[in-house]
DNA sequence: CGCCTCATTGACTAATCTCAAATGGAGTGG
DNA sequence: CCACTCCATTTGAGATTAGTCAATGAGGCG
């Protein structure tokens, strides 16, 4: 049982960064307790709903998004296996983004309650947690520094590498490529261009033997020209790990 | 003292949303035991660099940003008063974005031990401190789908506006507006725009009576015409206080 | 005054969007 | 197996937005 666990994504993304007791492993069983499925493309949560839950995505991918009242749509961030869905929305009294599944999902769903309690249990698990919601909020921030500042191309690279970083944390990705479930409608709302725009940029990449979107699968065609291309650090993914307190 | 306190623009911002307790109000003047002077245009704080202590802003205004390899520099947030600057680089090993002031600025500096010592002491505002930070990511995502999905005129109507709900919390504004000691090459740097558009946009949303950015000075001309115009919601910002665990 | 930096404007260029249409694959009913 | 539909992908052509380069003003300050 405990071997199960030590392989959920949401243990195996933790372990990278903090060493995890027994204790923290079994306070982790504790909020996987309540496995549930939901469909691909039905909201799991919405924009300024209240919800007293939250989730650990165990397996397929959502995406977190906003709609403005132009009705235009940003996605936010994908969401992959070990990530949390909707942790804000129960800190705070309210979501101010909506959350929908890209494939089918199964995710952990968990209370407030359950939260703080495991706070109270297992301070270094509390710990760990809180630096992953800070490392969500940095990659929100390098999100928001590509849209600023990086062009079509070098955007789209940038967010399949990180995703390839990501995904390899819970060894769904090697350093060749991943199976990936994104439209490039999706990929363009994340992007903050037109799906049109995005089929070019990909034509281009792949042309130039960078890197390969189809079919449902990402390649790596050539990875460090692509990493040199897209400006990709990494530095705020795999920085260290939380100050313990 | 106490008087002066409250008065201080972070006693003023918390005491918005969540009602402070002489004892909370105390160890918030803990925490502005070290005032400290900072002139305009010198880092603050540099990308990467570690530093033990964090800031409260307490006089004129700052801005956090981030550089790429490719030479360009995108500005995540304008800091005034009653910001924190830095606080997750005390939390975190290290900062992945860097701070400069744009005006001489006072803000009193605290270790990270003085953190966890207000956290023990005064639990309501420690959840307090806990929520502004959520407030700001909250800010950086909407920042980020401006950027994605709203038009140069837009996102910058936006930003304004943004602030001048923001300076409004501190006292520094009101409907009409606000003194702005941006540069349209700051103001730029924000919006991922050249600063030569930054200035046309500017423009035709005088001719157009809208609102007035010169000579230091925020005009909102036609508020609630702006407010329409960008898409204003400010949900995000004035949403309901933090649970209390 | 002379020298800054910032703001402003014009002319031209480049990036990206929009509209429109064609292609292709997966499933579905006959 | 075929015809058909639905959707995502692909491509082209022209329109729009924003960027670049270059020059000129305008205010502040030693």
Redesign the pocket.
């Known amino acids: 049982m405990q071997m199960l666990l030590t392989d959920s994504p949401l243990a195996r993304k933790l372990a990278t960064f903090v060493s995890l007791s027994p204790v923290d492993l079994l306070a982790l069983t504790d909020l996987h307790r309540r496995r549930r499925k939901f469909a691909a493309g039905r909201n799991l949560l919405h924009q300024g709903e209240i919800l007293p839950s939250a989730f650990i995505l165990a397996h397929g991918w959502a995406f977190s998004y906003k709609v403005l009242t132009n009705g235009g749509r940003q996605i936010v961030d994908f969401k992959i296996p070990g990530d949390f869905l909707g942790l804000r929305s129960i800190l705070f009294r309210s979501s101010d983004q909506s959350i929908e599944p890209i494939t089918p999902i199964e995710a952990s769903e968990f209370l407030q309650s359950d939260l703080f309690e495991t706070f109270a249990n297992a301070p270094r698990l509390a710990t760990a947690m809180l630096w992953a919601a800070s490392r969500d909020e940095a990659m929100v921030v390098e999100h928001l520094v590509g849209m600023g500042r990086r062009?079509?191309?070098e955007r789209t690279a940038h967010v399949l590498l990180e995703l390839g970083a990501r995904l390899r944390l819970v060894g769904l990705a090697d350093s060749h490529g991943y199976a990936c479930p994104l439209?490039?409608?999706l990929l363009a709302d994340a992007l903050?261009?037109?799906?049109?725009?995005v089929?070019?940029v990909?034509?281009d990449m792949r042309e130039q033997g960078l890197l390969t979107f189809?079919h449902g699968k990402v390649s790596f065609d050539n990875l460090k020209g692509l990493v040199d291309f897209a400006g990709f650090d990494m530095g705020y993914l795999d920085h260290d790990g939380p100050l313990q307190p």
């Open positions: 062009n079509a191309a439209s490039q409608y903050g261009l037109s799906a049109v725009h089929n070019r990909l034509r189809q």
